[in-house]
């Protein structure tokens, strides 16, 4: 009886209930092992293209539609008259040739008037007028613009002068207590008299009339001249040689 009870347990046995795969699985594994849990294979959902709502799709129909409208447009318009055209039969019984001009004398346009394909609901002449505001205010920018490059330019050119101004100036002054045998006796001066001093030139204004009175002065009571660099000797020959009191006739 033992022997059919062992025979007859099909229970003691539950590998033949499992799936093959598992049961492979499942004796390859050692004993008192967990079977590892199974991969889950990803969906192909995600390379699915995303639906379109019903609004979305009606306004991508919508725009499609006037594409290609456009399109059957343009290709139409790009054709030539065809013969068979009553319009064009009676432009040819008034004397009408294709490519000449029309109207009396032949002195009309030779082209047809282009059409222009609009999809805005804006009024006629709205696009236009809008088109010159923006084009009148990018020129006033531009001219701004300008007027301010301008303005600096102008700016830098003075401030180059005035400091070109003092320099032949100061030169001019050197060149006066050199000749006239001045003796320029240093002051001692710590750092803030130094820096005092320099801003007192900075400050200083000196016009083309204080230059040009030291020049004449120069030239005479010393016969010297700036620019050239000498000192002559006679006033012929500083007359003579010399092109002019400015550094502009050097």
């Not at 889950?40 to 379109?52: D, F, V, Y």
């Amino acid at each position: 009886m033992a022997g059919e009870e062992g025979d007859d347990d099909y229970m003691g046995d539950l590998s033949q209930f499992l799936p093959s795969d598992l049961s492979t699985s499942s004796e390859k594994l050692p004993r008192g092992t967990r079977q590892p849990p199974q991969q889950q294979q990803p969906t192909k959902l995600g390379n699915k293209a995303k639906k379109l709502s019903w609004k979305e799709q009606r306004e991508s129909d919508r725009v499609g539609k006037q594409r290609e409208e456009d399109e059957r447009t343009k290709a139409s318009l790009e054709k030539a008259i065809p013969d068979s055209n009553v319009g064009f039969k009676l432009l040819q019984r008034m004397g009408y040739k294709p490519g000449s001009a029309i109207g009396k004398d032949n002195s009309g346009p030779t082209e047809p008037i282009g059409v222009g394909i609009r999809r805005s609901r804006a009024g006629l002449g709205v696009e236009e007028e809008k088109a010159r505001k923006e084009e009148e205010e990018l020129e006033r920018k531009r001219r701004k613009a300008e007027e301010v490059e301008e303005e600096f330019e102008e700016h830098q050119r003075a401030r180059w002068k005035g400091r070109q101004l003092k320099s032949h100036f100061y030169k001019a002054e050197a060149a006066l207590v050199q000749l006239e045998k001045r003796e320029v006796v240093p002051e001692a001066k710590n750092e803030d008299g130094d820096e005092a001093e320099k801003e007192e030139e900075e400050e200083q204004i000196i016009t083309e009339e204080d230059l040009n009175d030291i020049l004449m002065k120069l030239r005479d009571e010393h016969l010297y001249c700036l620019y050239c660099g000498c000192q002559y000797e006679s006033l012929e020959e500083l007359t003579n040689s010399c092109p002019g009191l400015h550094e502009e006739d050097h």
